[in-house]
């Protein structure tokens, strides 16, 4: 029976699918009562309300197509090859697998495109072109291939006021920003701070308690101990998080120690968004000049100097081991410094139990691809080279050499910003991945990598050099580390202490050389070349044992090796041996 006359007839059945979109994850709810800056239910409830309406729609379950936190303003949400959920249902769309007469439910336009006009009005015809019934609830348009063409001529209307609200917001704030930034001698730029600070009026002040966790953080790592292993300390020790993470980690430490702002720096960035494989990516570019004390400082310039060393040494690769977990022990304090003086390869550690003797080895001698098969006894070699350590003195270095590595620095520094700079023109004038730019940008950037290492080394020579004024604090940290030692302390208590001292080695030692006929050469930063071999160091041309005089004891040694000693000693003595 068919229905009575007069009365429209009822639309045939039909697919709907609901595209809901949001540019900031900001205008979802958390749950709190915040309905007022919930956009996403919001439209949720619109889309409901019209299918309760409309019961010839079935909503699509198979595509969850929601862009949170997408921009259509920079047209994230469509940009081929990106994630944008739009992007895939026209794609879906044009391949056919959608049919024609489905429903695209949307809020209004603006969720849809807010691009300029010819982008978003192509994109809204391609849709209705391909047989897509796009809904716009909010204001009760309906675009489908039977439309009045009037009905297209308002949506440009509707989309151009989307775009220039967009444009108009962009503008806006970035006019807001930098009055803010011209007006930052006068007022606090932001009250997003630092974790170790607190807002105090119109200031900031330092969070005691955790002033002293940053200063801890710079000291372990100016020490030598790696970012997790900073991170597992404070684990270990129970110190609460600053932020939502249940636990630290090595990036949260890098983070804090490789920003300047503990020194009281302030540097105002402004954010430069792009399009890579669809997503908006927003980079933060310097947009002034580093403002000093901005904050209050939390640790001294001192403390900063020795931290990036090593932190630089560590991210230039020319640390051992960069990075790298050391376990729970450090045996080993030349680890990766000791090299054998025939091939040039690293002298291996190996301890093969308590009736064994602990030796450096060559690397390769057992491949059989080095000759220099010696045997240097570790812990003769060790107790020789920080009674050594404890006595150089390298601030008496030439003062020529050390004019002359300040101005080589001054040199890589001004050479390393033109670089920087012609870099930022180019990018300027030709765009990030432009065909042109691009090699001449990487050329740029493997020059700069390699100043930045050449600047790390030199910074770290000048500051050991100045500050190696007699045993500086070398005596007491290799003090503690021995008392710890022979108490047999705790792994953790001793893995600091070692460490700390295997750092202090590092910085002051350029190489350290075994050679075949037992002899161990040391080059120091000041260029100073000093001899070890069994536990005596060669000292104004005389042989000198190590440990009783310096440390208060000594080790006992087997009849053989005494022997061995004896023969050599004497041998040296004969033939006044020189270094």
Known sequence: MGLPSGLPAAPPPAIAYSYLRLSSKRQVSKGDGERYRDGFQRQIELRDAYLAENPHLTLDTRFNLHDIGVSAYTRANIAEGGTGKLRLFVNEVEAGRIAAGSYLLVESLDRVSRAEINIAQELLLRLVNNGIIVRSIIDRQTYHARSDPMQFIISIVYLMRAHDESLMKAARLRETWVRKRANIGKRKLTARIPSWLEVDGDGFRPHGHRKRIVERIFSELADGQGRDAIARGLNRDGEPTWGKGRAWHGGVIQKITDTRAVLGEFRPHRLEFSIRNGIKVGKRIPAGDVIPDYYPAVIDEELWDRARRVADARRLGT??????????????????????????????????????????????????????????????????????????????????????????????????????????????????????????????????????????????????????????????????????????????????????????????????????????????????????????????????????????????????????????LEAAVAAYEDP
């Open 319 to 568: 640390t051992p081991n960069a990075g790298g977990r050391q376990g729970t022990r450090i045996s080993n304090l030349f680890g990766m410094v000791a090299e054998c003086a025939m091939c040039g390869k690293p002298m291996n550690y190996r301890d093969r139990g308590p009736r064994s003797t602990i030796v450096l080895i060559c690397s390769t001698s057992r491949a059989g691809t080095c000759a220099n098969d010696v045997r240097i006894p570790y812990l003769e070699t060790e107790d020789a080279v920080l009674t050594w350590f404890v006595q150089v003195d390298l601030s008496k270095a030439d003062a020529g050499e050390m004019q002359r590595l300040e101005q080589s620095l001054r040199d890589a520094i001004a050479r390393r910003d033109g670089l920087q700079a012609e870099a930022e023109t180019l990018m300027r004038a030709f765009g990030r991945g432009d065909r042109f730019a691009e090699p001449a940008i990487d050329r740029i950037r493997g020059e700069v990598a390699t100043i930045e290492k050449g600047i790390s080394e030199t910074s770290a020579t000048l500051l050991t050099l100045r500050e190696a004024g007699g045993s500086d604090g070398r005596e007491p940290a290799i003090a503690l580390m021995l008392d710890l030692d022979r108490a047999n302390a705790p792994d953790e208590e001793r893995y600091a202490a070692r460490i700390r001292v295997r750092q202090m080695l590092r910085d002051t030692v350029t190489s350290m050389r075994c050679r075949q006929d037992g002899h161990v050469d040391i080059v120091a930063i000041d260029g100073s070349m000093h001899r070890f071999r069994d536990g005596y160091w060669l000292h104004e041309g005389r042989w000198h044992p190590s440990g009783p005089g310096l440390f208060g004891f000594s080790r006992k040694v087997s009849k053989k090796v005494e022997a061995r000693r004896r023969a050599w």
